[in-house]
């Protein structure tokens, strides 16, 4: 018998052989294989002991149901050994590491949970008095301080429920802006870089605008030549969606010049601020002429999203666009001295203008979960403490980039911000980037985001966050070091991975081609008896 470091028996080598090893039930180690509850069992049962229904008569006239109503019939814990099988198939921020680039992982503290559950947050009604959540409003109005104060501009409208919601938020408001001026035609080009996230073009595409893309040059930023020479012609420009720190992981470091250029051809500033991470404390985006900013609070203030939600994207806007932030607003009502926060939600129109403001973008205010959820992230770190978010995040990302650049090919040349990007240039013909990231299962992780952005080829992009210690980043790297060599010498078994996941790999085009969106039984007649 061998021994571990510890004294612990270990199993000899020879029983590690890389067979792989098929089970009569499916079942791998201590994970159960699990059917799709449609699959799993009897349909003409049930979990509950109902008395049977005394005599026959039927009140339903002729409208009582011939065949069974399809739903699974499963014992109580049945149906929780389901549910819990199935959370243990699911990858999480609270198990590892979570190397999605843009998306911004991080570790969501607990105390974060706690204050969103509190009853006076968590079970209140949009449609109560305003009188009587004084304290949940009053939390909003500090929460939009913070952003006003981090991001150095005018206002900010909270209630986008997401990062591409706010992106509209804000799009609508330049395009209500533009149409205040009473220009004969209206402004619509936006010009977007190759390298923007995708809601980016769709976004402008869905408020009306053309999209114009923007080359990037060489070192992974906007294409300054490209950009002027897209401004030749500037009647018809609306405005710039920009990210930065762009989907490179790099800092546009001539954003200052470009805003300025985009005003003087009578456009807008749209800085999609998803990755706010980077430089939230270090840098004020009012500082650097943005005009709209939308912000990720599911990203750079903790909760990280999956599965569509919960999220919120507050957007910050300037002077110039404020008076076209949707309703409602959030006021003192001085009307009767009490000086009670209220929301006003009639919709004026703009002063020296018949334009108004494009109006309501939901139903009531926001998601008050994640505004608590932000507010206590922030006020837990405190301004000091969130310089240092950013500063660890980039510390962390280069790290990364440093401790793999000898294996990997980093796409752009020297430091990079929040996150590390590589290319595929390193792997051997017939190795790509999707077997790198299927690897990557089977050592325990998450995949890194993968071919995006657009502008590099095979991408790669790691964002670590500020929260994982260097033992971890170290545990990580180790793993993608050992699949970046195996991939560097064309290791053909890299193609069948991941072999240890409850699925194998998948065929994804014929997924993304030809979804199978509904489940059809076996065997019909066995569902139709009751
Ligand atoms: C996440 C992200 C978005 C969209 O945000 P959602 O909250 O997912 O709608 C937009 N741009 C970038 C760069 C992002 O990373």
């Not at 800085?271 to 900013?293: E, H, K, Q, S, Y």
């Amino acid at each position: 018998m061998t021994m571990n470091t510890q004294g612990r028996p270990t199993a000899p080598a020879s029983a590690m052989a890389s067979v792989e090893v098929e089970t009569v039930s499916g079942s791998k180690g201590l994970l159960q294989h699990e059917p799709l509850i449609f699959e799993m069992d009897r349909w003409n049962a049930t979990g509950v002991d109902l008395p049977k229904t005394k005599g026959k008569t039927s009140r339903l006239g002729g409208l009582s149901r011939k065949a069974a109503v399809e739903l699974p019939g499963l014992s109580e814990p049945e149906t929780v050994r389901h549910y819990v099988r199935l959370s243990q198939k699911n990858y999480a921020i609270d198990l590892g590491l979570f190397p999605l680039g843009s998306c911004t992982m991080k570790h969501n503290p607990r105390l974060n949970e706690k204050m969103a559950r509190l009853p006076g947050f968590a079970d209140i009604h949009p449609l109560q008095p305003a009188r009587s959540v004084q304290g949940a409003m009053e939390l909003i109005r500090e929460l939009e301080d913070w952003l006003l104060k981090l991001t150095n501009m005018h206002s900010v409208a909270m209630s986008p429920k997401a990062g591409a919601h706010g992106e509209y938020c804000g799009m609508m408001a330049i395009r209500q802006a533009l149409l205040a001026r009473g220009e004969a035609e209206p402004r619509k080009r936006v010009l977007v870089p190759a390298s923007a996230h995708g809601t980016n073009p769709a976004t402008a595409a869905q408020c009306g605008f053309i999209v114009d893309e923007i080359s990037a040059d060489k070192r992974g930023r906007v294409d300054m030549a490209a950009f002027k020479s897209k401004l030749e012609k500037s009647d018809d420009i609306a405005g710039i969606m920009l990210t930065n720190p762009n989907t490179c992981g790099l800092f546009e470091t001539d954003i200052k010049e470009i805003a300025d250029l985009i005003h003087e051809a009578g456009g807008y500033f749209y800085c999609d601020g998803a990755n706010f991470n980077a430089i939230v404390g270090r840098v004020r985006p009012g500082d650097l002429g943005i005009d709209a900013m939308h912000i990720n609070l599911h990203k750079t203030f903790s909760t990280p999203h999956g599965g569509g939600g919960p999220g919120s994207g507050p957007t910050v806007l300037s002077e110039a666009l404020s008076p076209y932030a949707p309703w409602p607003v959030m006021v003192e009502d001085t009307s009767d001295g009490s000086g009670l926060l209220t929301y006003a939600d009639h919709a004026g129109d703009v002063e020296g203008s018949d334009i108004e403001p494009f109006g309501r973008l939901t139903a009531f205010q926001g998601q008050m979960g994640m505004f608590v959820r932000a507010l206590s992230y922030m006020m837990s770190h405190g301004a000091d403490g969130l310089k240092q978010v950013a500063e660890d995040a980039v510390l962390n990302a280069n790290y990364i980039q440093a401790r793999l650049k000898h294996i990997m090919t980093p796409a752009f040349e020297g430091f990079c911000m929040h996150e590390a990007l590589f290319s595929d240039k390193f792997t051997a013909d017939g190795t790509e980037t999707i077997d790198i990231a299927k690897a990557l299962i089977d050592e325990g992780y998450h995949p890194m985001t993968m071919y995006f952005p657009l502008v590099v080829h095979g991408a790669m992009l790691i964002e670590p966050t500020e929260t994982e210690s260097k033992g971890e980043l170290d545990r990580f790297c180790n793993a993608l070091e050992a699949i970046a060599k195996r991939a560097a010498e064309g290791d053909e078994s890299l193609k069948g991975a991941p072999y240890l996941a409850p699925m194998r790999r998948l065929d994804e085009t014929q997924a993304a081609r030809k979804p199978v969106l509904k489940w059809v039984p076996d065997n019909p007649q066995s569902v139709a008896a009751e």
